[in-house]
């Protein structure tokens, strides 16, 4: 079955980075769009960002546009995102999703403070 396993996530101060990583299984990961969503207390969920299944289109919420990257590795069945210059906004359990089907995983948090 499909499963998604993310981490990386913890306290971080303002202006540090981090990287989440997402291992992936079950399917063929290098077939499959993905994307990373994020959801803070209080607030909608937010699509942070997307990479096509080749890797080669990438596509950011304007709130983190400059700050993140995302990327993934074929050969680890692993998606990243790399966050820089990081603000309390930030601040959110960070999801990583195959947007085909909606499986999701248990998700990170990420918490931005000084």
Same mark, same amino acid.
């Given at each position: 079955? #499909?499963?998604?396993?993310?981490?990386? *996530? /913890?306290?971080?101060?303002?202006?540090? =980075?981090?990287?989440?990583?997402?291992?992936? $299984?079950?399917?063929?990961?290098?077939?499959?769009?993905?994307?990373?969503?994020?959801?803070?207390?209080?607030?909608?969920?937010?699509? #942070?960002?997307?990479?096509?299944?080749? *890797? /080669?289109?990438?596509?950011?919420?304007? =709130?983190?546009?400059?700050?993140?990257?995302? $990327?993934?590795?074929?050969?680890?069945?692993?998606?990243?995102?790399?966050?820089?210059?990081?603000?309390?906004?930030?601040?959110?359990?960070?999801?990583?999703?195959?947007?085909? *089907?909606?499986?999701?995983?248990?998700?990170?948090?990420?918490?931005?403070?000084?």
């Amino acid at each position: 079955q #499909v499963q998604l396993v993310e981490s990386g *996530g /913890g306290l971080v101060q303002p202006g540090g =980075s981090l990287r989440l990583s997402c291992v992936a $299984s079950g399917f063929t990961f290098s077939s499959y769009a993905m994307s990373w969503y994020r959801q803070a207390p209080g607030r909608e969920r937010e699509l #942070v960002a997307r990479i096509s299944a080749a *890797g /080669g289109i990438t596509n950011y919420a304007d =709130s983190v546009k400059g700050r993140f990257t995302i $990327s993934r590795d074929s050969a680890k069945n692993t998606v990243y995102l790399r966050m820089n210059n990081l603000k309390p906004e930030d601040t959110a359990v960070y999801y990583c999703i195959r947007p085909a *089907g909606n499986y999701w995983g248990q998700g990170t948090q990420v918490t931005v403070s000084s």
